[in-house]
């Protein structure tokens, strides 16, 4: 069955960098995009772009440009999203999903999620 | 960007009954070249991820109970829960996937 394994919690101080994981299995990696969206606590979902696992080309939504990148593995299957210069409204939940298609699909597997503690 | 506005924040429904929760796009979702609308749904339970229910607007995802009903075309869209179950308290939330990506604010079920 398909799922999306997330890697586990992370505390961290502000300006530190995280990374986090996102393994897929019970599928071919490589033909559906992986999107990240960010849960603040108590908050809604914001979408924060995607990653083409195909040609590897990420692109970011508007408020996710600068300090956040996502990249790959493919080989194991594994997208990653790195935040660099942690501020502390970056304290949320991150969550990977799988497209449903290539092309304008909504996103019908998601991971459990990475909760992201900033303190100092 | 499009702005996808839900309503209400919240309600407070009894098992049994009929629920509607309202979302609305500040441009139309509907493609010409298919006569699609960009629209989806998702149930998030507490603890949980989001899960897809309804996409084109009225499409369920496969294994989601035919209670769970997708209406409306262009900016204005619907989904109605009928005879409301315990198991369905979460909070919904509509996305456009018409230009890019954006969810609603979502909108919380309770029980009464």
């Known amino acids: 069955q398909i799922q999306l394994v997330q890697s586990g919690p992370e505390l961290k101080k502000p300006g530190e960098s995280v990374k986090i994981s996102c393994k897929a299995s019970g599928y071919t990696f490589t033909n559906y995009g992986i999107f990240w969206v960010k849960q603040a606590p108590g908050q809604g979902l914001q979408y924060m772009g995607w990653?083409?696992?195909?040609?590897?080309?990420?692109t970011y939504a508007d408020d996710f440009k600068g300090r956040f990148v996502f990249f790959l593995e493919t080989s194991a299957s594994t997208a990653y999203l790195q935040i660099n210069n942690l501020k502390n409204e970056d304290m949320a939940t991150y969550l990977c999903?799988?497209?449903?298609?290539?092309?304008?699909?909504?996103?019908?597997?998601w991971g459990q999620g990475v909760m992201v503690t900033v303190s100092s | 960007d499009i702005v996808m506005t839900q309503s209400p924040s919240s309600l407070a429904v009894s098992t049994g009954e009929t629920v509607t929760i309202n979302c609305k796009s500040s441009?139309?979702?509907?493609?010409?070249?298919?006569?699609?609308?960009?629209l989806a749904w998702y149930q998030q339970k507490p603890g949980q991820s989001p899960e897809l229910l309804i996409y084109w607007a009225s499409t369920r995802q496969s294994g989601v109970p035919d209670r769970f009903i997708g209406s409306g075309s262009g900016t204005d869209f619907t989904l109605t829960i009928s005879s409301v179950q315990a198991e369905d308290l979460a909070i919904y939330y509509c996305?456009?996937?018409?230009?890019?990506?954006?969810f609603g604010a979502g909108t919380k079920l309770d029980l009464k």
């Open positions: 999903a799988k497209g449903k298609r290539y092309g304008d699909y909504p996103f019908d597997y």
């Open positions: 996305q456009q996937y018409y230009d890019s990506y954006t």
């Open positions: 441009q139309s979702l509907l493609y010409s070249g298919n006569q699609k609308n960009y």
């Open positions: 990653i083409n696992t195909e040609t590897v080309k990420p």
